[in-house]
């Protein structure tokens, strides 16, 4: 399949950064952004791995293999 890329994002919460890839709905956290951009990225190749090894590729290729990806931040009343 070759290289990829995944948007991730990564924001504070109750003293942990959360991170989590839109694309495969995988989720990790650690101590800083760098941690938890760490994490992720092993979450990220370990989720692939075992996604091979059960047969479920297909499922994510068109996931994993989007040109385009948009990111936009809006604001909301809460």
Request: aromatic share 4%; with cysteine.
């Amino acid at each position: 399949m070759g290289k990829i890329q995944l948007t991730v994002i990564i924001w504070e919460e109750e003293g942990l950064y959360v991170s989590k890839c839109l694309e495969i709905e995988v989720a990790s956290c650690g101590n800083s952004p760098q941690e938890a951009l760490d994490t992720i990225h092993e979450a990220i190749n370990l989720y692939i791995e075992n996604a091979r090894a059960l047969g479920m590729m297909e499922g994510i290729e068109s996931a994993l293999q989007a040109r385009h990806t948009c990111t936009s931040m809006i604001e909301v009343e809460t």
